[in-house]
């Protein structure tokens, strides 16, 4: 083989286009199912954490200056109480997280009055919440 016929085969570039091409068009789609898959991962599992987060309100106690509601959690995380809403306004709390069937006390600070109904909302910080109306004893 002469240097000649190496510089003939080195000028001859019509194969080494496509060859680029498809090599690019393949390093595109792996790229792109890499960020598909990875996006699927986190949607699902966020997916999979609040579906499978459940409380449940067994008992609510008022008492002098507070309203006491006892948590149960009987899903498949964690929980943690991000927010109590008392007659639609935010209400401070005493932090709460319950794992997996574990419960607890939140007690909330609220003056409340005898004999009157109170709607509790009670939110996780992924979004889960339990309403309902309590009366006041007497």
Avoid: C
């Avoid at 509601?69 to 964690?78: A, D, E």
């Amino acid at each position: 083989m002469t240097v000649e016929s190496v510089r003939n085969i080195l000028r001859n570039r019509r194969g080494i286009t496509p060859v680029l091409s498809s090599l690019l068009l393949m390093v595109i789609a792996v790229a792109a199912m890499s960020i598909a898959i990875t996006a699927t991962y986190v949607i699902t599992d966020n997916l999979h954490d609040t579906m499978g987060e459940r409380f449940i309100v067994e008992d609510v106690w008022f008492t002098t200056g507070k309203i006491s509601i006892y948590l149960r959690n009987v899903g498949k995380v964690s929980i943690r109480i991000a927010a109590v809403y008392v007659n639609h306004t935010p209400q401070s709390f005493t932090p709460l997280e319950l794992e997996e069937d574990k419960h607890g006390w939140l007690n909330v600070t609220y003056s409340w009055s005898s004999n009157s109904v109170y709607h509790i909302n009670v939110v996780t910080n992924r979004g889960t919440k339990v309403v309902d109306y309590y009366t006041s004893p007497s």
